[in-house]
Structures are given as structure tokens and as C-alpha cells.
């Protein structure tokens, strides 16, 4: 039985080699029924007709207006991948100006198990902003960083298995019957 995944992205690139329709595809073969969500410049980023091909479903970018749509199926897990500097940082802070960022802070405070992987160039990583919102979210029970500022990104493989650990060592409170939406 498939798993759900909320894979939330952001206006951060990945490499030519592994893009965010191959990292969906990675997951639907591991088993996980993958929900999409981007922020606004994240859609602009990455390749969206190609990731609602692979899913069946729409990318979703904004908030949906009260009784229009569906709400989206309770989550086994989240995923922020590839989550920029901005994402991060708002994340931290909880600041829910997008319904990526939005959902990923509510899944956050119902103890869904979360992995984040940012990916920002080197000057902003050394600004103290990133540094702090990283501990902040380290803090979290329910959240794993990825992280290793000597690269650019984590290997969409090592993001497979950090997922894989941290839902199987963090057990979440029952998903809620109609999630954020």
C-alpha cells in the first residue's frame, strides 16, 4: 500500500542530472503516492508539466478559496526538496505567505514527519538568518535537515533514505482527516 507524500519545492534549481520530475519519479518507485506543491517561484523553476504527468494530478501553488476543490489526502510524510534560502527561512519563522510554506507549517505543528533540504549558494548560506532557521527547525521533533554546506545539494538517493529514516524512526500523531488545504 502506497504511502502519501507532500513534496513541497521552491525557487531553488536542482542539477541537469537529477531534476524534480526524476526525484518523483524515484519516490513513486519506492512506493509513495506523491502530492505536489510549489511556491510561486518554484513553478517557474522546475518542470511542472512533467511532474503532473508523472502524478496524474496538478501542481498546486496557491491557497484554494473556501468550497472550491479538494482537499488533499492525509499525509504519511513531507518533504521540502529542493527548498531555498527564502523557503527556509520563512519556514523557521512560520511565516505563511504561500500555500507551499503554509501547508509544510502546519504539517509541521500536527507532527507530520518532515525532511527539509535546502539548497542556497554559499553567501547566503553563511548569512546568520540561514543559520539560525536551520537550528530552529533542527530543534523540531518531527523535522530532519539534510544538509551539508561543502555541497550544493543532497543526492536525490540520500534524500530517499533520509526520508525512508525519518518515517521510520518518528512515529506522527494520526493524520487529520481533511489536512490544510
Given amino acids: 500500500m502506497a504511502k ?3 513534496l513541497v519545492v521552491s525557487g531553488a534549481p536542482t542539477t541537469d542530472a537529477e531534476t524534480v520530475p526524476d526525484l518523483v519519479r524515484l519516490l513513486i518507485a519506492n512506493d509513495w503516492d506523491v502530492t505536489v506543491v510549489s511556491t510561486p517561484t518554484g513553478a517557474r523553476f522546475h518542470d511542472i508539466q512533467a511532474i503532473e504527468a508523472l502524478t496524474g494530478e ?3 501553488v496557491d491557497f484554494r478559496l473556501p468550497g472550491t476543490g479538494a482537499s ?3 499525509p504519511d510524510a513531507m518533504l521540502a526538496c529542493p527548498w531555498s534560502f527564502n523557503s527556509t527561512n520563512r519556514t523557521a519563522l ?3 505567505d504561500t500555500f507551499a510554506v503554509a501547508l509544510l507549517c502546519e504539517m509541521i505543528g500536527r507532527d507530520v514527519p518532515t525532511v527539509i533540504v535546502p539548497k542556497t549558494g554559499q ?3 553563511r548569512h546568520p538568518a540561514f543559520g539560525r532557521s536551520l537550528h530552529e527547525l533542527e530543534e523540531i521533533p518531527c523535522v ?3 544538509y551539508d554546506p561543502a555541497r550544493r545539494l543532497a543526492q536525490w538517493h540520500e534524500v530517499l533514505d533520509e526520508l525512508a529514516k525519518t518515517t521510520h524512526n518518528r512515529h506522527s500523531a494520526k493524520s487529520p482527516e481533511r489536512p490544510y488545504s
Wanted: no cysteine; aromatic share 6%.
Fill in 4 to 6: 502519501t507524500l507532500y
Fill in 58 to 60: 496538478p501542481v498546486r
Fill in 72 to 74: 488533499l489526502p492525509p
Fill in 94 to 96: 512560520g511565516l505563511a
Fill in 123 to 125: 553567501p547566503l548560506a
Fill in 144 to 146: 530532519n535537515i539534510l
